[in-house]
């Protein structure tokens, strides 16, 4: 990871907040992120994502974007495609990677074709089905018993909830009913049983993209990693790197780098997986790409980073230098039209 700052201050704004379930979680990481690039030398002001974020990117006259945003409209491609707009450079994925990474039917979909681990799933629409219970009926007929009910398209494990084999039907409807409030589409997919894993990818401009340290995550007094273990104090305790051994540390890495390209990511994602399922304790599968994953000082991506000695001041200082060497997208000089 190159340890070399820009040559000259660069004003950067942190994107945060949106109208989204996460905005709070937002909130935090950009904090942190501002904290950061200010002790990195940076000139640095936070934007909220609303209504005037398009009239206040044009005036600041930033060189470099940080987004730190999470959720609908501010990960799903929808903040990128009005920096491309304005011809900004931001760090993170562009927009197509990023509205596929968050819509879990098609990544599902990239990930088949590049031939990596998957759970069994089907996609539920609420326009296509006839009810919450037909619905769970057929799923579970696909799938098998135990499932797991998520979101299309939502992060931080809103909407999500377990169903043992033995759970009625008229409860995964539930669950599934509960999505569709969210969303026009739910997944349904195989209840893997096994370890919560997950690993983040570094991919700076110029260098090839490695794999930080995977991080396994416990929340021993929660069903799984839900949105409140995730961010309630106590409720979840990491271990980094995860004590995997070699060879399944190996291939989580290359396995969470292949689904990493697979989207197009770039400068940085975190790739969650179930490490086990069943009596095969070495099974391995991809759940999800996050392509802007939570930044706080004790998030999971910042704590694998610091794992092998990238400081947190480093590690915001070398993206935001990434995307602004990079610089915004190029376009095609526009042609005369024929005849005009």
């Given at each position: 990871m190159s340890t070399e700052h820009p040559k000259k201050k660069l004003r950067v704004a942190v994107i945060e907040g949106g109208p989204s379930s996460e905005a709070g979680v937002s909130?935090?990481?950009?904090?942190?992120?501002?904290?950061?690039?200010?002790?990195?030398?940076?000139?640095?002001?936070?934007?909220?994502?609303?209504?005037?974020?398009?009239?206040?990117?044009?005036?600041?006259?930033f060189d470099v974007v940080h987004p730190a945003v999470h959720g609908a409209v501010g990960e799903d491609g929808c903040l990128q495609g009005v920096l491309e707009v304005l011809g900004?450079?931001?760090?993170?994925?562009?927009?197509?990677?990023?509205?596929?990474?968050?819509?879990?039917?098609?990544?599902?979909k990239v990930f088949q074709l590049s031939e990596l681990p998957?759970?069994?799933?089907?996609?539920?629409?609420?326009?296509?089905?006839?009810?919450?219970?037909?619905?769970?009926?057929?799923?579970r007929k696909v799938v098998g018993q135990a499932v797991v009910v998520k979101p299309a398209a939502s992060g931080s494990a809103v909407g999500v909830n377990r169903h043992e084999a033995d759970a009625p039907h008229e409860e995964v409807a539930a669950s599934i009913d509960g999505v569709w409030q969210l969303g026009d589409v739910a997944l349904v997919e195989h209840f893997?049983?096994?370890?919560?894993?997950?690993?983040?990818?570094?991919?700076?401009?110029?260098?090839?993209?490695?794999?930080?340290?995977?991080?396994e995550i416990m929340a021993p007094n929660d069903a799984f990693y839900t949105f409140q273990a995730r961010y309630a104090p106590g409720r979840s305790v990491h271990a980094c790197p995860a004590p995997l051994g070699d060879e399944l540390t190996k291939r989580v890495q290359d396995l969470a780098v292949r689904a990493h390209k697979a989207l197009g990511c770039r400068d940085l994602s975190r790739v969650d997986f179930v490490v086990g399922d069943g009596a095969d304790p070495s099974a391995v599968i991809v759940l999800e790409v996050n392509t802007l994953p939570g930044f706080t000082k004790t998030s999971l991506y910042p704590e694998a980073a610091a794992a092998i000695g990238i400081p947190f001041p480093r590690l915001c200082d070398s993206l935001v230098a990434s995307a602004h060497r990079r610089g915004p997208t190029r376009r095609n000089a526009p042609l005369a039209f024929p005849g005009a």
């Open positions: 909130r935090a990481s950009a904090a942190s992120v501002r904290e950061a690039l200010t002790e990195a030398g940076h000139d640095v002001t936070r934007l909220e994502l609303d209504t005037g974020i398009f009239d206040a990117l044009l005036r600041g006259k900004l450079a931001y760090v993170g994925s562009d927009v197509r990677a990023s509205s596929v990474a968050m819509d879990k039917v098609f990544a599902r998957v759970a069994q799933g089907i996609a539920l629409r609420r326009d296509q089905e006839k009810s919450p219970l037909a619905a769970a009926e057929f799923a893997a049983r096994g370890r919560e894993v997950t690993c983040g990818v570094l991919d700076l401009d110029g260098e090839e993209a490695y794999a930080l340290p995977p991080t």
